[in-house]
């Protein structure tokens, strides 16, 4: 229910605001996966070993230029469709070690992603098999507990592990190594610390992409929510939020000429991309009246003022286990 995975690239998506964008407007994403933090986002889980499944569904019908007016490929045209899909185990493990006085954790993610991409108007329909995208790991994770309060602190990283051909429309991989720091705290508003309040932030860092000298602009992302816990935190409700901006401009290392839009780079300086989101946050326990076995998590966003990116929805459900299951009585 934490930071979960890495998603399938918008290359394919982004390459179409190329063909109909001024070129200032061209923009490459990040690593981060958005949503992937709730309503508890400045919050570690007790010590022991937790094992997640995960699911993350994006869909996007609208491209926004760098004035959140969107693009579209000729009178009359939606401009096209990209959905994709996010699959991964991941496991979790906070220890009982502490440092600064906080426990400190560690995380693994490895994540499957497909897509598919449709552009009515340029002749375009391409579906992606299903394939191993960027690993991410988090060495150092730390988590402190306070009386009104939690605090989350850390470092993790993306490794290229992914399928990705520079230029390519079916990259599951972004290509490139991103290092992100991160840091967070959810806050209790009430004395049986049953209404949280959080944020994190998440600063990306990324390498030069794979055979180019393009390099991703810094990241800026911030995802939390306001929640509501019932049963002794088993059952939360709330509404979840994510925010990203874009906050150095893309480098492609060398200008680049495009048919019918001109040269671009090699800063792509006019025009950082952001969005922001809002949406439903549950999560439901599956438990006996013994055991507490699973804890369910879904989340749902619709993405507003959007500007030089795409502008969708986004579903994520996670169902994480802790092993061993928790005894209730």
Known sequence: MKHITQTLTLGAFLALATLVATPAQAQYNGSHSLGDFGVQSGSQPGPGLYASLFYYRYNADTLKDRNGNPITLSPGSSGGNLGMNAYAPILWYVSKVKILGAN????????????????????????????????????????????????????????????????????????????????????????????SLATTAFWELHGTKKDSDTKVGQILTLEGGLGKSFLGGGVIV????????????????????????????????????????LGPDVTLPVATKKKLYALVNIRYFWEMGARTKTEGQTLIIAATFPIPSVKLQ
């Not at 671009?264 to 952001?274: E, F, V």
């Open 104 to 195: 400190y954790g560690a995380m693994a993610v490895v994540p499957w992603a497909n897509g598919a991409l449709e552009a009515p108007a340029l002749g375009l329909n391409e579906p992606t098999g299903t394939r191993f995208a960027d690993l991410y790991i988090r060495p150092l994770d730390l988590g402190w507990h306070a009386n009104n309060a939690d605090f989350a602190a850390g470092f993790g990283f993306y490794a290229p592990s992914g399928h990705y051909v520079d230029g390519g429309s079916d990259n599951t991989g972004m290509g490139m190594w991103t290092a992100e720091p991160f840091a967070g705290a959810t806050l209790y508003l009430d004395a049986k610390k049953t209404v």
């Open 238 to 277: 709330g509404a979840a939020y994510y925010a990203q901006w874009k906050a150095t401009a893309d480098n492609l290392g060398v200008a680049r000429t495009f048919p019918g839009v001109g040269t671009i780079g090699p800063a792509l300086d006019n025009s950082k991309h952001r969005v922001f989101a």
